[in-house]
């Protein structure tokens, strides 16, 4: 089954302690990214990657760190995480060929600041 | 720049009757368009996109959004509200074609019996 995971689903964490959110999908997609969901906003890209290696900032990548060593994985990192950064997060995949436009996303991960 | 502007944080119809949500974007090229789903404590899901082809685009679950280039509008529409419509909708942007997309703050869809 096509598919995007998340682990874990549901993370709460005290401020300052390094904390990542594994995010793999195997559709062999090219494209992956990172949302973070809030009420009122939508969702606001925080990184995506083009390909291995590749990566660049979305809108609000303050204080998140990504990597992209292997196709399927995209990792979200937060090196000290703060009470802002608790939020719901989806990582999302898509390929640059057939039907390119469209992301599948992850099931979200509820992360709670204390 | 690129930017998405749902008009309604929360929209309430009663079932059978029809749904309209709204959607205006602003782009500075011809853009791909997305309407996007999200049920209760679940991710998105893609209701339908536009990607230069016709106008009138057809979605799953009855849903259609319509591009006006000259509204720069992709509203969201169904003839008959059913109570599993209820959902949190998400109309999306995106100049790049998938790996850079800007999203709607969102509207909520009630269903009323």
């Known amino acids: ?114 | 720049a690129q930017s998405v502007t749902q008009l309604g944080s929360h929209v309430s119809v009663s079932e059978g009757a029809l749904v309209l949500l709204r959607c205006n974007y602003s782009s500075s090229v011809p853009p791909y368009l997305f309407w996007y789903v999200q049920y209760p404590n679940q991710g998105l899901q893609l209701l339908l996109k536009y990607t230069s082809a016709a106008t009138l685009v057809k979605g799953i679950n009855g849903f259609e959004a319509e591009f006006k280039k000259s509204e720069t509008s992709f509203h969201l529409t169904k003839p008959s509200a059913h109570m599993s419509d209820a959902a949190e909708y998400f109309c999306a942007v995106s100049e790049t074609g998938g790996f850079k997309t800007i999203f709607g703050a969102g509207t909520r869809l009630f269903v009323k019996a």
């Not at chain 1, 009420?39 to 990184?47: A, D, H, K």
């Open chain 1, 1 to 114: 089954e096509a598919q995007v995971t998340q682990n874990p689903r549901y993370l709460i964490t005290v401020t300052g302690k390094k904390l990542t959110v594994t995010c793999s999908q195997n559709m062999n997609h090219e494209y992956m990214s990172w949302y973070r969901q809030d009420p009122g906003l939508g969702l606001r890209q925080i990184y995506y990657s083009m390909n291995v290696e590749v990566t660049d900032k979305g809108d609000v990548p303050e204080g998140y760190k990504v990597s992209r060593k292997e196709k399927r994985n995209f990792p979200l990192i937060l090196e000290s995480p703060s009470p802002n950064q608790t939020s719901l997060y989806f990582c999302a995949s898509s390929s640059p060929t057939g039907g390119a436009e469209t992301q599948y996303f992850g099931p979200g991960t509820r992360l709670l600041v204390l």
